[in-house]
């Protein structure tokens, strides 16, 4: 089964925001791959803007028993 999911969170006032998207495969019942992301943008003084440089990327594996 595949998942996608898409996070957003938008300072108005400022014009910045943070855009984290995401994607998870349940590979079987007891094994799920995922893959993600972090994307902040606007000026520097802005309260999103000032992570620009932090945005990341992040993989991760599952296992439920």
Do not use: C
Not at 5 to 34: C, E, I, Q
């Amino acid at each position: 089964t595949l998942q996608i999911t898409v996070a957003a969170a938008v300072d108005l006032l400022h014009g910045s925001f943070v855009l984290a998207p995401a994607v998870a495969y349940k590979v079987t019942d007891s094994w799920r791959l995922g893959l993600g992301a972090m994307v902040f943008e606007g000026g520097s003084d802005t309260p999103f803007g000032g992570w620009t440089k932090n945005d990341l990327i992040w993989a991760d594996i599952k296992w439920s028993f």
